[in-house]
């Protein structure tokens, strides 16, 4: 494991460094970000994102340079046990939001939602202004924009300033946008794939047993079979992590 500066402890899968924090640590960090409105960018890597990392040296750096590297999905719990440094949990983008707008209405923060198909940020606004009160959101844009559209959103971001900017953009290009978008004058921006959809209601999650034994990954193919070219990155994942780890004996 690694440290930094910032006591992050920390292990390597395949040149992505991921934090080992539970979901109560990774909460706490948020909140300190908030507190400096200093932009900081908060990832969830799962195994697909760590297999395109490894063909774009460009994702790859914006992956290691994020101030939060949060492990989302069962694969890369999987493999920190196989790399003989195991994580202590996983901690998914979407549980990961709930609970900090939770503890931000109590302290009467803001959040801005930008992303997801027309209309969804707006009725995840709503749920979660009614499930939270307290909770301000103080806008919505859908992820559906040109160069002209995006100044207007950044102007419109500086305005209003808020705390965490939920960034519901697809894979790749979120984190790649918040990388890139670091002069905004929030605390945290949360590249969080498709959780303004949950949020809103438009997509279900896997029950909570399926969820615990760590097959999300499967009720997600079977809602939305168009994942299943995303999903072939996992043999492939599983693959390199046995070679590098277990028979080549790599360092995490």
Not at 10 to 37: H, T, W, Y
Not at 165 to 191: F, N, Q, T, Y
Not at 236 to 252: P, S
């Amino acid at each position: 494991m690694k440290e930094d500066s910032f006591k992050r402890m920390r292990i390597d899968i395949l040149s992505v460094p991921v934090d080992n924090v539970d979901q109560g640590e990774a909460l706490d960090r948020l909140a300190e970000f908030m507190g400096e409105k200093k932009a900081r960018v908060l990832v969830t890597p799962n195994p697909e994102m760590i297999m395109l990392a490894q063909s774009d040296p460009s994702y790859l750096r914006v992956l290691q340079k994020a101030e939060l590297v949060a492990p989302d999905g069962i694969g890369v719990i999987l493999a920190s046990k196989m790399g003989g440094k195991p994580l202590k949990c996983r901690v998914t983008g979407c549980d990961l939001m709930v609970a900090l707008m939770e503890r931000m209405a109590k302290e009467g923060k803001s959040a801005y939602f930008l992303g997801a198909a027309p209309g969804i940020a707006e009725k995840a606004k709503l749920a979660m202004e009614l499930k939270f009160p307290g909770l301000k959101i103080t806008g919505t844009q859908n992820g559906y924009f040109d160069k002209d559209q995006e100044k207007l959103i950044c102007s419109d971001i500086f305005e209003k300033r808020p705390d965490l900017l939920m960034l519901g953009l697809s894979m790749g290009k979120a984190e790649l946008w918040a990388d890139s978008h670091r002069d905004l004058p929030v605390g945290v921006i949360a590249c969080i794939g498709g959780t303004l959809d949950v949020l809103a209601g438009n997509v279900k999650r896997a029950p909570a047993p399926m969820r615990k034994a760590g097959l999300e990954w499967l009720w997600r193919l079977c809602s939305q079979p168009s994942r299943a070219k995303r999903q072939m990155a996992l043999p492939v994942f599983a693959w390199k992590i046995f070679k590098d780890y277990v028979v080549g004996k790599r360092e995490m």
